[in-house]
């Protein structure tokens, strides 16, 4: 694991910089398991202005390096269930996977408050981060290993 690696919570300024690593992300990473349309119209939905509204609904984290965010993830409350939250926004620049960020990002919103007062985590998982999920403990909803629609795994992990 990269110790030079911080995590820390999402600031307006890192907004340009986090959309451009998910844009990244999705299209390098995701491209070769999903069509281009619709991950392309996903992939441009994910604007700076869309990672500001992420930081200010959710406990948005970015990991960085010398000042370069490098992966980011974020935790929200279900509106529905105050004892459910949601893992969204969970991405890690291509040239970094493999290195640790992703597993201190989770432990970044396992210790969130707000993931520590939920009974349960969930998330929409692709399949080209399915085997990551599994490995920090995520579990398919319901034991449905069939993916949605729009191509996604419904996960969630006991608190």
Same mark, same amino acid.
């Given at each position: +694991?990269?110790?030079t690696i911080s995590i820390r919570r999402f600031r307006d300024s890192?907004?340009?910089?986090?959309?451009? @690593?998910?844009?990244?992300?999705?299209?390098?990473?995701?491209?070769?398991?999903?069509?281009?349309?619709?991950?392309?119209?996903?992939?441009?939905?994910?604007?700076?202005?869309?990672?500001?509204?992420?930081?200010?609904? !959710? %406990?948005?984290?970015?990991?960085? &390096?010398?000042?370069?965010? +490098?992966?980011?993830?974020?935790?929200?409350?279900?509106? &529905?269930?105050?004892?459910?939250? #949601?893992?969204?926004?969970?991405?890690?620049?291509?040239?970094?996977?493999?290195?640790?960020?992703? =597993?201190?990002? +989770?432990?970044? @919103?396992?210790?969130?408050?707000?993931?520590? &007062?939920?009974?349960? @985590?969930?998330? %929409?998982?692709? @399949? !080209?981060?399915?085997?990551?999920? =599994? =490995?920090?403990?995520?579990?398919? =909803?319901? #034991?449905?290993?069939?993916?949605?629609?729009?191509?996604?795994? +419904?996960?969630?992990?006991?608190?």
């Amino acid at each position: +694991m990269n110790e030079t690696i911080s995590i820390r919570r999402f600031r307006d300024s890192d907004a340009e910089s986090v959309s451009r @690593l998910i844009v990244d992300a999705l299209l390098t990473c995701c491209g070769p398991d999903y069509p281009p349309e619709p991950l392309g119209a996903f992939a441009r939905s994910q604007t700076p202005a869309c990672m500001r509204e992420r930081g200010r609904t !959710t %406990h948005f984290y970015v990991a960085e &390096e010398d000042g370069t965010p +490098m992966g980011c993830a974020a935790v929200g409350r279900d509106p &529905e269930d105050p004892g459910v939250c #949601g893992v969204y926004s969970f991405y890690v620049t291509p040239e970094k996977q493999g290195r640790g960020i992703g =597993r201190r990002l +989770m432990e970044a @919103l396992e210790a969130d408050p707000w993931s520590r &007062e939920a009974r349960l @985590l969930t998330l %929409h998982a692709s @399949l !080209t981060a399915l085997g990551f999920y =599994r =490995r920090m403990g995520f579990d398919f =909803r319901d #034991g449905c290993a069939q993916p949605d629609r729009d191509g996604l795994y +419904m996960m969630e992990k006991a608190r």
